[in-house]
T-cell receptor
Framework: DAKTTQPPSMDCAEGRAANLPCNHS???????VYWYRQIHSQGPQYIIH???NNETNEMASLIITEDRKSSTLILPHATLRDTAVYYC?????????FGKGTRLSVIA | DAGVTQSPTHLIKTRGQQVTLRCSPK?????VSWYQQALGQGPQFIFQ???????QRGNFPDRFSGHQFPNYSSELNVNALLLGDSALYLC?????????????FGPGTRLTVL
């Protein structure tokens, strides 16, 4: 079973920031937080990962709480092409365990 | 630099038949993982291959088997197909020596069992 809890769906207006929450209260010290997304009928796409520090790349920012029990993925300026299912995964050196993710709908 | 490729794109089989799906990893990657994604669900891990051996396996029956070749490409075989095997089958590649678990996924093979 997935070790994360995410809301099943969210809406975001185009051009606004999308903030996707994830709870992972049982995360272990050596486990990273990964975010992937899956656009309809495509394979999942890696977005970002982090251990305990906040991370930023060209796609998104990842904010991890100090106790590491939750995190937030931020898409700073959502576009229609960001409409997808977003998966939050915690993993050490183990296979990725996907939950049902959050279906983000970006609305014009 | 080619990403992960999978073939075929779509496949239709009948119950009881056998199927083979193929995957070529991203250039430079040496590890291949296979996932099954049923409609409306997240991908579920089947198994992982490294150095031509199955290294980890998820909760799938022995009807699911695989192989990895010296060039790191991989096959997924499913015997005695059931209706419930209808799904999107995803291949993901990664680098074993990487310190973190970033996997690159292919577009998947859509298997329909009638």
């Amino acid at each position: 079973d997935a070790k994360t809890t995410q809301p099943p769906s969210m809406d975001c207006a185009e051009g606004r920031a999308a903030n996707l929450p994830c709870n992972h209260s049982t995360i272990s010290g050596n486990e990273y937080v990964y975010w992937y997304r899956q656009i309809h009928s495509q394979g999942p796409q890696y977005i970002i990962h982090g251990l305990k520090n906040n991370e930023t790349n060209e796609m998104a920012s990842l904010i991890i709480t100090e106790d590491r029990k939750s995190s937030t993925l931020i898409l700073p300026h959502a576009t229609l092409r960001d409409t997808a299912v977003y998966y939050c995964i915690v993993s050490g050196n183990t296979p990725l365990v996907f939950g049902k993710g959050t279906r983000l709908s970006v609305i014009a | 630099d080619a990403g992960v490729t999978q073939s075929p794109t779509h496949l239709i089989k009948t119950r009881g038949q056998q199927v083979t799906l193929r995957c070529s990893p991203k250039s430079g990657h040496d590890t291949v993982s296979w996932y099954q994604q049923a409609l409306g669900q997240g991908p579920q891990f089947i198994f992982q291959y490294y150095e031509e051996e199955e290294r980890q396996r998820g909760n799938f029956p022995d009807r699911f088997s695989g192989h990895q070749f010296p060039n790191y490409s991989s096959e997924l075989n499913v015997n005695a197909l059931l209706l419930g095997d209808s799904a999107l089958y995803l291949c993901a590649s990664s680098l074993r020596s990487s310190s973190y678990n970033e996997q690159f996924f292919g577009p998947g093979t859509r298997l329909t069992v009638l």
